[in-house]
């Protein structure tokens, strides 16, 4: 597998073996039709290919058809097998030609336009931190009569690999070869992520046996989103090609850290961004209230909704752990879901916030974020007089802690939404929401069996 950025797409020809168009499901994931060379043209482009919706989780089937449009900038080159394909990433048109509105990506570039047009800001700028685990051997199966699942791993988890040399239980941070047995891995997932036009700022272990980070660099929304979503594929593949099995949940394993999607933002205007400032932690006054409008429309849990959308995320989300549960924000602390980082130059303030997880669709994360940020600055919102910085916050303010709760939490606190997710969306949102918590959540548990049988 070989992959370079591939900035000579244009309507027309294509100088390539295949046109591979990538179109994001309701949940965030990528899936795509494949052109061979003698297909494409400068029709492709401007009038795209037509798919079935229904199967991407968005809309009924006998509302389904829609056209996924490619656009150029977000083309790269892969190489494979002999093949040379051309991977670009699309958006979404109905039948009538109009973009639509639940799409991933309709939805980030209006968050994008909304922020403009409130004359706040010409950019959200976002960072993003994916933590993930990566086993050796993985099975899981479920039935009507039954509920299993185990994983190994060369770091010492699971049955056959508990003779092998290995560090201690949570003290897997910043270790490095040998007892770092996927440091290659690492090194070819981030090589290729360069290699097609993602900025990476650093890779390292995690503080769990299996457990690693791969940290990108600050980009707009838009290319944030898009970027995290290749990134999360080129995982996967070489993950398959070296025999390993990825998984980006939130929990996968009792008792030893959760993975986080933790998300440094702040908001520019002509180039500069507008949270330096002389307020507590440095920020300036809209930083503050951005802060104080992420932590109510977490608090409320609709923010969660979007940030923390699937029953496992809440299996990261309890006492005791460094994944936050309350309405907090800090200086350098990680266990406050709105951190400062202590690190940071004055002009280089921004906040981080530390509670989603890589569960969620990221553009439709991402954008939440951003609305609940500006949402907090259109009303002056204070998150000092709310008290999110008091020593009692931790244990009053706490979060909504199941998905269910949540889900609640985004039907009563929606409005702020409204800029860029249709009401469509978050009814169908909530729906498919649901039905995954009614899965989990009414069936019993290997554990249920093992207190109570």
């Known amino acids: 597998m070989k992959?370079?950025?591939?900035?000579?797409?244009?309507?027309g020809p294509l100088d390539a073996d295949f046109l591979n168009?990538?179109?994001?499901?309701?949940?965030?994931?990528m899936r795509s039709v494949s052109l061979p060379r003698g297909h494409v043209s400068e029709a492709t482009f401007t009038d795209g290919i037509g798919f079935d919706a229904s199967n991407y989780g968005f809309a009924k089937v006998d509302q389904s058809d829609m056209v996924a449009v490619p656009d150029c900038d977000s083309a790269w080159l892969e190489e494979r097998d002999g093949f040379r394909i051309v991977h670009v990433i699309c958006d979404a048109l109905t039948a009538?030609?109009?973009?639509?509105?639940?799409?991933?990506?309709?939805?980030?570039?209006?968050?994008?336009?909304?922020?403009?047009?409130?004359g706040i800001a010409d950019a959200a700028q976002m960072l993003v931190e994916l933590e993930l685990y990566v086993f050796d051997a993985l099975e899981y199966s479920t039935g009507l009569d039954h509920a299993t699942y185990s994983v190994g791993s060369a770091e010492g988890l699971g049955e056959g690999y508990n003779k092998q040399q290995r560090f201690a239980p949570l003290k897997g941070y910043h270790k490095l070869p040998p007892e770092d047995r996927f440091f290659d891995y690492r090194n070819n997932a981030v090589r290729l992520m360069e290699d097609a036009g993602i900025a990476v700022k650093y890779h390292h272990h995690e503080v769990g046996a299996s457990q690693l980070e791969i940290e990108l660099d600050l980009m707009d929304l838009m290319r944030a989103a898009d970027s995290t979503a290749i990134a999360k594929w080129i995982l996967r593949s070489i993950a398959e090609e070296m025999g390993f099995k990825v998984t980006f949940m939130a929990k996968p394993l009792y008792k030893k850290p959760g993975s986080g999607m933790h998300v440094h933002q702040y908001l520019e205007k002509d180039g500069e961004s507008l949270f330096p400032g002389d307020g507590l932690h440095g920020l300036s006054k809209k930083g503050l209230s951005y802060t104080a409008g992420l932590l109510e429309h977490s608090l409320s849990g609709s923010l969660l909704a979007f940030t923390n959308p699937s029953t496992n995320s809440f299996r990261r989300l309890v006492p005791g752990y460094e994944a936050p549960i309350s309405a907090t924000f800090a200086k350098g602390s990680r266990t406050a879901a709105v951190r400062i980082p202590g690190y940071l130059k004055a002009d280089?303030?921004?906040?981080?916030?530390?509670?989603?997880?890589?569960?969620?669709?990221?553009?439709?994360?991402?954008?939440?974020?951003?609305?609940?940020?500006?949402?907090?600055?259109?009303?002056?919102?204070?998150?000092?007089?709310?008290?999110?910085?008091?020593?009692?916050?931790?244990?009053?303010?706490?979060?909504?802690?199941?998905?269910?709760?949540?889900?609640?939490?985004?039907?009563?606190?929606?409005?702020w939404l409204k800029p860029a997710f249709p009401d469509k969306l978050l009814e169908v949102w909530a729906e498919r929401k649901r039905e995954e918590a009614d899965y989990v959540y009414n069936a019993p548990t290997p554990q249920e069996y093992e207190l109570y049988f």
């Open 3 to 11: 992959l370079s950025a591939y900035t000579d797409l244009k309507p």
């Open 21 to 29: 168009l990538l179109i994001f499901d309701i949940v965030g994931d």
């Open 96 to 118: 009538d030609r109009e973009p639509f509105d639940q799409y991933p990506r309709a939805v980030a570039a209006r968050t994008a336009a909304y922020i403009q047009e409130q």
């Open 348 to 415: 280089q303030v921004r906040v981080e916030y530390r509670t989603g997880d890589a569960s969620a669709n990221t553009h439709y994360m991402l954008a939440a974020m951003v609305l609940a940020g500006v949402d907090g600055i259109l009303r002056d919102a204070d998150p000092v007089a709310l008290g999110f910085n008091s020593p009692e916050a931790m244990h009053e303010k706490v979060f909504p802690l199941n998905l269910r709760s949540v889900l609640k939490g985004l039907e009563a606190d929606n409005e």
